[in-house]
């Protein structure tokens, strides 16, 4: 398996594997070991051995003796034979499509169409022979045959041709002369074609039960499976795939079968239409003509007039084949919207959405996601409102319930209710949710406490709405009490508290905010009064109460002046929210502990004023009040003035408050309740000894609530209630408001139900790990780019700085310097490392799993042990780590990061291949190994499992992933790759989607269950974004139709659950032959399918996962799948599958994956036909036909360009689904106007690239793409190196062709004929360029030029420093190319001739002119020649020669040779065509040396690399030079992440700089110069983008930010003021070397692109214009480690 050679001459795991599917296998026994194993150091000789009496040889014998069972042969005839019945169908449809145009167009009657027609019979026999044929090819030499599937075989192809023959004899005599004589019979034409139909009938009747079959694939499985013995012999001879074990049931249950069934008849009969409007009928007089001129004109040429027909109808023809994928791409985008919707995905939106939605989600909740053993089954609901808060006063909390039995009882009673226990364990589970936000820092603490539900014990209510969901509702109750009157004045002008109090009281999240802030308030005034005012506020509330109870509040109080009150009590709270946290209790009492307590008031009370429920709280206070009546009252001797600006504040609001609240009462003249009350507010604001008037009691007030956690609670709700706008109460991360969108819309979607924990199905994680990061240590952090100059922490906190911000706010930190300290470090660590694509971010997101299943188990009621043994047996994760063992051996760092991930999650295991030498010789025993944590701070060996040799035979991943199996456990087995992420409230949702695995849609058993993805990369850059919407696109909506109504979703990625069982016993999840099973995903989908199991597609789960995001890593990651799927062309899975599924499921297998390959492959072979076709004509004046109207093929670049932008409708169909029409239409355009087409063409060539050259050369490897962030300049060598042989050599080809065509077509309309395949040219050699920074940059380009010549000049330093070494190692795969491949290359040699021929014979720059030339051109060419000799000798020698010397010996011979080249052409016009046929002859000559292995062909292509790197150069210097380009691709960068990053380079240079200048001891004049311009530089682009509309003019306390200019506040100073530094009007650049402006004048990008210039390169130079000034603030520079200090003065010194 090891061997190098080909698939076809080595075998592989599915050879090994079939060979136990033949009688041979019976020979031999199971064991290799034989009992005098003297190298068995285990001791297991006696128990592996073989049994007593068993003398068969071991097993190994007979594998090493196995043949193969399939030949990988590679050429693109193994995939056409897969795909025959694709192929067979275009064939066939078109050619019935041709013969409708031609009878439309000629007016055949019916049955000379029929006739014509019935051609097609011959086609089918034909194809079936040639299918036969291939058949033999693709088994000879070396597939075993049994003598059955030989003769089957040979009677088939003898039969077939039999019946060929005779075919074609017919159709010629049904088509000859009329009245012939043939073998012996005269008969008429007609008489000939019933007997061709006859015949026909014969061969077409297997066509005919096999379509019936396609209709009813049942059928076809009962075939399979039957036990009839005639009916085995008939397969056995006719169908050899019958013979195998697996792909006997594949079939769907009808119901499934209609549907996917008239998916694709709707689609075909829509293509047939559209294909024979433009590609067929277009054509059929064209050939007419052609046909025509033949027929009438002498002297025509049979042969050039059928050439003509097959050149124009190939590129036809090819299209044809390709616009299916273009319509299935349409035909996707309906199906998955559909189905989208039926799936209620995109409900909820926004958090708006969610607001509207909330009070229906616990329902859902509970229904959905908890069993029925939650709640009250085993207890109350009422402990899981247990607190936290150590500070609770459980005297406190009694008095809340009081003592009264009946009250008790009617509280538990309440929270027993149904609907309240809903509430209270959706509540536990959303604050669980919220919490792990707040763990993750993707929400701050202010934004925790606005998400989450508030509980206060011995409160009414057992829980209270979150304030995001009731922040602005008092608001809108204000609004509704203050509507016209004559909205609830009855018709008798009555006007009552039900009809003003309507609409509050029908909105119940209205209702519920008032009560709350009722309640609340009233709390936080008995608190912040304390004793003295008790009796007072009891008596004034429940007074108002008491009219509430009775609907006369109206009759009381003017609730037109309520607003007031309101605005009064919103200050009071705003006040105390603001300053309760901040303030500081003095050490003891300023009233040294005596207080003055006023007594009961004696005025009488009006009888029927009770407490109510509501109030209940307000009695927290009273025993307080007892306490103190045991001292007699003292009246204050002394006078003690406490300056407490706080307490001032809260009282003149609350003063104010109180007057506003007098103001709301009326008729306080006659009605004895409402005086009262005035007098009761009128007493508590005049009292001396009270919290108006006593400075220390006040004080000390404010000093008791503040230390009270259940105070602070309630104020933080009551100011979310009141004084939060719903925007300010919503989390400011995208990442935080898409997670509770998606969680919160998946509540709604059709979930299955959840078992209980113990009736669950158990299921293991598997994550396959090699050396990647883990876990960044402080080295990664702190390591410095050569490109940025800046850290990858620093990088890290400008990319997050939201999120960063609430790390430091979570640990507690006020300076950056401290994150390095003992006890932050661990932390700064994870912080940075789950940001990146590392395993600490893989596998503490997946360890949410055990996290959610003890929240579960808690709602379920079970105890702490019961709970660890349940999460035990039901959830496990194996991190597979291959090289762990190694690791440790070498002390690498990592291996004790993975040991740390262990002792963090106990329930983490580790498994690994460890390898222990027995002698000196080398031989070594492999075992698998599985650790774990001891939860002592050890690794514990838990199992070792003695391997019989290396395990990794063949693709690493797979293997590491196969080895790990026998260490899961659970029935199901979820597979998660290392750029992947969990989140917590998806792994709620797990046991329901294991319970997927009970449901059975259909015949056969579900195996697998697809989850979606969600892309976390793509805001890292505009490339990773175009990335991000296309894997999108892939993994949802491209998902979702596969699994319905298609119905042959396979797997492709790793956030899918395998049912164990199955697969364990059926090969296992990854095939890993090497090369063969390259993308190793999709490999355990054809198993399945053709096993037998049936896959699920979930989208109310989804995991994150990381995409490349530059542009090499992207081409990378095209190249791997690409070579991936020619790979899969060439396996036996995609041939067994393509040969057994029904037509229509076969069409959905092809289309939705391996045939977008396919069809990339024919879409570039298009371009490439139809430029050289146009050419050719153009060459040899075959445009016109005859003397007729040149007809311009339009039709093609409408049909290559027009349907190509129908590939984005999937996309926005996905987006349109989850985001809305509107932002999905912005962001299809978005794309497009930042050069997503190029992008999107660009990878085209890429994947025909790689899939092409897998299947002629082989190579096929798995290419590490890497996970960093890349956005920096790339040169322009590098870029030459990576994308010249895929792209640039193409692309520049295609050029000259469309040239060519251009300089010799007579036809008009030249842009309407070329713009697709200009569009297709540009894109293949401009992509590279237009999405690298920097590339219309002057100074760059020079660099770019510079690097580029210097590599093409290079002669040593391996393939990066020399242009020769890179040649040699780029086209070495010519040497190990078989010949059948080397003829596809020089068939190209015959075009190159045809083209230079064409050339050389044309009349193009003719010399017609009769003057003797002026110079002998013989004589120049002697010159030239004479002068390149001597280059030769000079460049030999030019090191012994002095500087001058040397120096104009190469001018001279180089102006001598243009100077002589130019001559030539000016004296001898010819010269210019015979130049031109050259190339291409030179270059069809140099492929035929190439390919033969010729070395004196590689001065040619040096020239040929230098001519492309001009070219491409050339436009380059032009651009740079007019500056707009620039400007112009900076302006589009802005819109979008890669601007954001592009700017960010220097916000972290200024910030890296500014932590430099001021951590060193003594200052650095030129540093903090350099920081200084810097400034102005991020202060100018933050003008810009602010100008630009990209960020808020204005910051406000919760406002917006802007993540890449507010980078530098806590990394440069912290504790600093805002400095408002406006710049001047005017700042333009000196033009110092190496620097450039952007749009605003400034350096933006000079030493972005070029790497950090050092400390010691010299500031931008700029000057102010004097008449736009504007003063600044200036302030000095401290030295030490003071912050950054900035000062703009009115000119600049001088240097």
Not at 500 to 520: C, G, R
Not at 1678 to 1693: A, E, I, L, V
Request: hydrophobic letters at 40%; a neutral charge; proline letters at 3%.
């Amino acid at each position: 398996m090891k061997s190098k050679a080909d698939h076809q001459d080595k075998r592989n795991y599915d050879d090994f594997n079939e060979f136990f599917w033949s009688r041979k296998c019976l020979r031999y026994r199971y064991s290799s070991e034989t009992p005098p194993d003297l190298t068995d150091v285990e001791g297991t000789a006696g128990v592996a051995g073989p049994v007593l009496g068993d003398n068969f040889p071991p097993i190994v014998e007979g594998l090493l003796a196995a043949p193969k069972t399939f030949l990988e042969k590679r050429s693109w005839f193994r995939g056409i034979l897969a795909m025959n019945r694709i192929i067979e169908w275009h064939i066939v449809s078109f050619y019935l499509l041709s013969v409708v145009a031609f009878s439309y167009e000629l007016v055949w009657g019916w049955v000379y169409t029929c006739q014509v027609g019935s051609g097609v019979f011959w086609i089918f026999n034909s194809l079936h022979l040639f299918w036969g044929l291939l058949e033999v090819w693709s088994m000879y030499p070396g597939i075993e045959l049994t003598g059955t599937a030989v003769c089957g075989s040979v009677f088939t192809l003898l039969a077939r041709f039999l019946i060929l023959v005779y075919q074609t004899l017919y159709l010629m005599w049904t088509f000859g002369t009329a009245g012939g004589e043939h073998l012996g019979i005269v008969e008429t034409r007609n008489f000939w074609w019933w007997q061709y139909l006859w015949l026909s009938l014969l061969c077409m009747t297997p066509y005919l039960i096999n379509g019936v079959m396609q209709l009813y694939p049942s059928l076809t499985t009962r075939m399979y499976m039957s036990q009839n013995d005639f009916v085995q012999s008939f397969l056995n001879i006719l169908d050899p795939l019958s013979r195998l074990y697996v792909g006997k049931e594949v079939h769907e249950s009808f119901r499934h079968t209609a549907g996917y069934v008239f998916f694709w008849a709707t689609l075909i009969c829509w293509k047939l239409y559209f294909s024979f409007i433009f590609e067929v009928y277009s054509m059929v007089l064209p050939t007419l003509q052609l046909t025509d001129d033949f027929l009438n004109y002498p002297n025509q040429s049979f042969v050039k007039m059928s050439s003509l027909l097959v050149l124009r109808w190939t590129p036809q023809f090819i299209v044809y084949c390709i616009d299916m994928s273009i319509w299935y791409a349409v035909w996707q985008a309906f199906a998955g919207t559909s189905v989208g919707f039926s799936d209620r995905l995109g409900d909820i939106r926004s958090m708006e959405d969610i607001r509207q939605n909330f009070g229906r989600a616990p329902e859902h909740f509970c229904q959905k996601m908890l069993s029925t053993d939650a709640g009250s089954r085993r207890g109350s609901s009422a402990s899981f409102l247990a607190t936290s808060n150590a500070d609770m006063n459980n005297t406190e909390t009694q008095s809340l319930l009081g003592t009264d039995p009946k009250r008790l009882q009617s509280y538990v009673n309440r929270l027993l209710d149904v609907r309240v226990q809903k509430w209270v364990m959706f509540s536990v589970a959303w604050n669980k949710i919220i919490d792990h936000f707040r763990q993750e820092d993707i929400i701050s603490n202010r934004e925790r406490d606005y998400l989450k539900f508030s509980t206060f014990e011995g409160f009414s209510q057992a829980i209270y709405l979150p304030v995001f969901q009731t922040a602005g509702i008092i608001e809108n109750a204000l609004t509704e009490l203050e509507r016209p009157s004559d909205e609830y004045t009855s018709r008798s002008g009555l006007v009552t508290d039900d009809k003003l109090f309507k609409p509050i009281l029908d909105h119940v999240t209205m209702k519920t905010a008032v009560s709350e802030v009722w309640e609340l308030g009233s709390y936080i005034f008995v608190q912040l009064l304390g004793s003295i005012h008790n009796n007072d506020v009891v008596a004034i509330m429940n007074l108002i109460l008491k009219w509430t109870e009775e609907g006369n509040m109206i009759q009381h109080l003017r609730m037109e002046k309520i607003r007031s009150v309101v605005n009064n009590f919103v200050e009071v709270v705003k006040i105390l929210e603001k300053g309760i946290g901040r303030r500081k209790p003095a050490s003891k009492k300023r009233s040294n502990g005596k207080r003055v307590v006023r007594m009961e008031m004696k005025s009488p009370v009006v009888s029927g004023i009770r407490r109510s429920i509501s109030a209940s709280s307000l009695g927290a206070s009273s025993l307080q009040t007892k306490a103190e009546k045991g001292s007699e009252p003292e009246k204050s001797t002394a006078v003690v003035v406490v300056a407490d600006a706080l307490r001032d504040q809260v009282r003149d609001k609350f003063r104010a408050m109180a007057h506003a609240v007098k103001g709301l009462l009326k008729n306080t003249e006659h009605d004895n309740e409402s005086r009262d009350l005035v007098d009761r507010i009128t007493f508590l604001l005049s009292m001396e000894n009270g919290f108006l008037w006593d400075d220390a009691y006040a004080s000390d007030q404010l000093d008791d609530v503040s230390k009270n956690h259940t105070f602070k609670g309630v104020l933080t709700k009551v100011h979310g209630l009141v004084a939060c706008h719903p925007d300010d109460a919503e989390p400011k991360s995208k990442e935080a408001r898409r997670r509770l969108t998606f969680f919160v819309n998946t509540l709604f979607m059709d979930i299955p139900e959840a078992p209980s924990i113990k009736d669950m199905f158990s299921w293991n994680v598997i994550t396959p790990y090699y050396s990647e990061d883990v876990t960044y240590t402080k080295g990664d952090l702190e390591k410095r780019s050569d490109e940025l100059g800046v850290s990858t922490l620093l990088y890290l906190q400008t990319l997050y700085r939201l999120d960063w911000n609430n790390f430091l706010e979570r640990m507690g930190i006020t300076d950056d310097e401290k994150i390095w300290s003992s006890k932050i470090m661990n932390e700064t660590r994870t912080w940075a490392s789950i940001r990146s694509q590392t395993l600490s971010r893989t596998v503490s997101g997946m360890m949410y799993g055990e996290t959610a299943l003890r929240l579960l188990a808690n709602l379920e009621r079970h105890d702490e042990s019961s709970t660890n043994d349940l999460i035990s047996e039901k959830f496990g994760y194996v991190v597979s780590c291959q090289v762990y063992g190694n690791m440790k051996k070498n002390q690498d760092s990592k291996a004790e990061d993975i040991d740390q991930l262990m002792h963090r999650y106990p329930h983490l295991r580790v498994a690994y291949i460890d390898s222990v030498r027995l002698n000196r010789s080398g031989a070594s025993v492999f075992y698998s190994v599985l650790v774990k944590s001891d939860g002592r701070g050890k690794i514990q060996e838990i199992y070792r499992v003695r391997l019989p040799g290396n395990p990794v035979l063949g693709e690493g991943k797979p293997e590491n992933q196969n080895h790990a199996m026998i260490f899961t456990r659970g029935e199901y087995l979820q597979t998660i790759d290392m750029n992947q992420e969990g989140y917590f409230e998806e792994a709620l949702k797990m046991r329901n989607v294991l319970q997927e695995f009970a449901k059975r849609d259909g015949p056969l058993p579900t195996t697998i269950i697809g989850l979606r993805e969600h892309i976390f990369t793509g805001s890292v850059s505009s490339l990773a974004n175009y990335m991000a919407l296309q894997e999108t696109s892939f993994v949802t909506l491209g998902q979702r139709v596969l699994a319905k109504p298609l119905y042959i979703r396979l797997h492709y990625g790793h956030p899918d659950i395998f049912d164990k069982l199955f697969f364990i016993t059926r090969g296992g999840i990854s095939k890993s032959s090497k090369g063969i099973n390259l993308s190793e995903d999709i490999f355990a989908g054809y198993n399945n399918l053709i096993r037998g199991g049936q896959v699920g597609f979930k989208e109310y789960v989804q995991v994150g996962k990381g995409r490349d995001v530059g542009m090499t890593q992207i081409y990378k990651f095209e190249a791997k799948l690409s070579q991936g799927a020619g790979e899969q062309s060439l396996s036996r899975d995609v041939y067994r599958c393509s040969h057994r599924l029904d037509f229509t499921r076969f069409l959905s297998m092809f289309y939705g994956g391996i045939g977008h390959y396919f069809s990339n492959v024919l879409t570039v072979l298009t371009i490439y036909i139809v430029i050289y076709l146009m050419a050719i004509l153009a060459l040899f004046d075959m445009e016109k036909i005859g003397n007729r109207t040149i007809t311009p093929m339009g039709t093609i670049q409408m049909l290559l360009g027009g349907l190509g932008l129908l590939q984005t409708i999937p996309l926005f169909a996905t987006l349109g689904v989850e985001r809305g029409w509107w932002p999905s239409l912005k962001e299809i355009f978005h794309v497009f106007i930042t050069g997503g087409p190029l992008h999107f063409m660009f990878h085209i060539q890429t994947k025909c690239n790689y899939m092409s050259q897998t299947i002629l050369v082989g190579g096929a490897k798995y290419r590490a793409t890497g996970r960093g962030f890349v956005t920096q300049h790339t040169p322009m060598d590098e870029n030459f190196r990576f994308f010249a042989s895929s792209h640039l050599y193409l692309g520049v080809e295609m050029a000259a062709g469309l040239i060519l065509m251009g300089m010799f077509t007579d036809a008009k309309q030249y842009f309407g004929r070329t713009w697709s395949l200009w569009l297709a040219s540009v894109s293949f050699v401009a992509s590279p360029f237009w999405f690298n920074p920097l590339t219309f940059d002057w100074n760059v380009v020079c660099s770019d030029y510079d690097l580029y010549i210097r590599w093409m000049r290079g002669h040593s330093g391996g393939p990066l420093k020399s242009w020769s070494m890179w040649w040699v190692e780029e086209n070495s795969f010519y040497k190990t190319i078989p010949m059948t491949s080397k003829l596809v290359f020089v068939s190209k040699t015959v075009l190159y001739l045809v083209i230079a021929n064409g050339i050389r014979t044309s009349d193009f720059m003719v010399d017609s002119g009769l003057s003797k030339p002026a110079v002998s051109v013989s004589r120049v060419l002697i010159f030239i020649g004479a002068l390149l000799v001597l280059s030769r000798v000079f460049v030999a020698t030019e090191k012994t020669l002095p500087y001058p010397v040397r120096r104009t010996i190469g001018i001279v011979i180089s102006v001598g040779v243009v100077v002589g080249i130019v001559t030539v052409f000016l004296e001898d016009t010819d010269a210019i065509r015979y130049t031109l046929a050259a190339y291409y002859g030179i270059g069809a000559m140099c492929m035929i040396g190439l390919v033969t292995g010729v070395k004196s062909v590689k001065h040619f292509y040096f020239i040929h690399d230098l001519v492309v790197g001009h070219i491409i150069f050339i436009p380059l210097f032009i651009l740079a030079a007019l500056q707009i380009p620039k400007y112009i691709q900076t302006w589009l960068l802005y819109h979008n992440a890669l601007s954001t990053d592009v700017v960010v380079d220097d916000i972290l240079r200024y910030a890296r700089k500014t932590q430099t200048a001021s951590s060193g001891s003594e200052q650095n004049e030129d540093l903090v110069e350099q920081v200084s311009e810097l400034k102005k530089l991020v202060q100018k682009q933050e003008q810009i983008l602010m100008n630009a509309g990209l960020v808020p003019t204005t910051t406000s306390l919760g406002g917006g930010f802007n993540p890449s200019t507010d980078a530098i506040a806590s990394l440069v100073a912290p504790g600093e003021e805002t400095l408002r530094i406006q710049p001047s009007a005017s700042v333009v650049s000196s033009g110092l070397p190496g620097r450039t402006l952007s749009m605003s004048g400034l350096d933006v990008w000079g030493d972005m692109a070029l790497g950090d210039s050092g400390q010691n390169a010299e500031p931008q130079r700029m000057y102010q214009n004097p008449e736009h000034m504007v003063e600044t603030g200036v302030m000095e520079l401290p030295s030490g480690t003071q912050g950054f200090q900035f000062s703009q003065p009115d000119t600049m010194p001088p240097r």
